[in-house]
């Protein structure tokens, strides 16, 4: 009920229509109350977990001296456009994941440079034989044998 009353009160803030949130909070009190909302809960809860597991198979299976972004990983895994859940779905893993051969789109590394994890992501892809110029990462393997259009779409269906 404390939720339900949060809820409310933040509706009505964000839309300054006490009418609009005092119906949005009484539909969200009927689906708590009915049971419903915790099945759109779960659905989520599944939805993510699947999610998870698609990204873990990725970042897994991603062979040593290669690099991708977190974009590359979200599209590779079947979600494109969910390049920010990527980094929390790795974090989610009960295994130990690869993660340092994970960068940013622009192909710098993940993480504020001169940090303490910036060293250690450079140090580990250093060992496998990733070359980092100018801040730029430069994989060991190239992708010289596929087309332009494989390389930034996936394959082709």
């Not at 009505?12 to 009915?34: E, M, P, Q």
């Amino acid at each position: 009920m404390k939720d339900t009353c949060i809820f409310g009160l933040w509706i009505a803030k964000k839309c300054d229509n006490f009418f609009f949130a005092a119906l949005v909070t009484s539909v969200y009190l009927v689906r708590l109350l009915r049971g419903t909302l915790f099945i759109k809960i779960d659905a989520m809860a599944y939805s993510q977990s699947k999610f998870d597991k698609a990204v873990w198979n990725v970042v897994s299976n991603l062979a040593s001296g290669r690099v991708m972004s977190y974009g590359e990983v979200a599209r590779a895994a079947g979600y494109p456009r969910h390049a920010r859940m990527v980094s929390r779905a790795m974090g989610r893993s009960p295994e130990s994941l690869p993660w340092y051969r994970i960068v940013r789109s622009n192909r710098t590394l993940a993480f504020e440079a001169g940090s303490e994890f910036y060293n250690k992501q450079q140090c580990l892809l250093e060992k496998e034989g990733v070359k980092i110029i100018a801040g730029k990462v430069i994989p060991v393997h190239s992708d010289g044998d596929k087309n332009l259009d494989e390389l930034l779409w996936g394959p082709s269906e």
